[in-house]
């Protein structure tokens, strides 16, 4: 049964529930490091690594500090501690292993610490499946799984709108609709496209 619901959570978050095309989060970063992609690749890693590892210490932190104490109204205060202590961290990393890699990403690695979508998926941990469950060690589990594969959908989008991007340019666009105006018509068509994965709904 535990298996299903993985796959259950896996499928929601990559296409039925996107965090990008249907819940609308992280567009930010969507928009910026998607004009290449070998930097929306990287970029959609390191999202992923903040995602999971943050689902897992939100998690503890829930688990073993807030609720003990009765003291969940800091959750989000507590929870952007942890993103932001993770996201320097992801910095740090690049900045050493790849100096070319981190200046491609430039403001919008830094700008992982206020991306809503690995905030969204701390909150939205905390909401579905710490309160629910009843035992905290398959919260844990489909906390991880829904941080991991939230980070698999969001890597997922950025490669399509980068490569969509990439072909862009060598097409003939009309010189108003060059860059974001495109950019973000084309983001509403992959948007809808992703709509067909949960029906339609009138």
Same mark, same amino acid.
């Given at each position: 049964?535990?298996l299903n619901?993985?796959f259950?959570? &896996?499928i ?11 819940r ?10 998607? *004009?290449?992609?070998?930097? &929306?690749?990287?970029?959609?890693? /390191?999202? $992923?690594?903040?995602?999971t &590892?943050?689902?897992?210490?939100t998690? &503890? =932190? ?8 009765h003291?969940?109204?800091l959750? $989000?205060l ?5 993103i %932001?202590?993770?996201?320097?961290l =992801?910095?740090?990393?690049?900045? *050493?292993?790849?100096?070319a ?7 919008y690695l /830094?700008?992982? $610490?206020?991306?809503? /979508?690995?905030?969204?998926?701390? =909150? ?11 035992n ?15 980070? =698999?959908?969001? $890597? ?18 009309p010189?108003?609709m ?5 950019a973000?018509i ?6 809808m %496209? ?9």
């Amino acid at each position: 049964m535990e298996l299903n619901q993985l796959f259950m959570i &896996a499928i929601s978050v990559i296409f039925i529930n996107n965090f990008i095309l249907s819940r609308f989060l992280g567009l930010c970063p969507f928009i910026g490091v998607s *004009k290449k992609t070998e930097p &929306a690749f990287y970029m959609g890693l /390191a999202v $992923t690594f903040v995602m999971t &590892a943050s689902s897992v210490i939100t998690w &503890a =932190v829930y688990i073993y500090l807030l609720e003990p104490f009765h003291i969940e109204y800091l959750r $989000t205060l507590s929870f952007i501690l942890v993103i %932001a202590s993770f996201v320097q961290l =992801v910095e740090m990393f690049i900045q *050493k292993t790849s100096p070319a890699l981190y200046r491609a990403f430039g403001i919008y690695l /830094a700008l992982i $610490t206020t991306n809503c /979508a690995v905030f969204g998926v701390a =909150v939205l941990n905390s909401e579905m499946y710490l309160k629910t469950t009843g035992n905290p060690l398959k919260g844990l589990l489909f906390c991880a799984t829904q941080g991991f594969f939230a980070g =698999v959908g969001f $890597t997922l989008v950025l490669l399509f709108m980068s490569g969509i991007r990439e072909r862009l340019e060598l097409c003939d666009v009309p010189g108003p609709m060059k860059n974001m105006p495109i950019a973000f018509i084309v983001a509403f068509l992959m948007s809808m %496209a992703f709509m067909g994965f949960s029906g339609f709904r009138f």
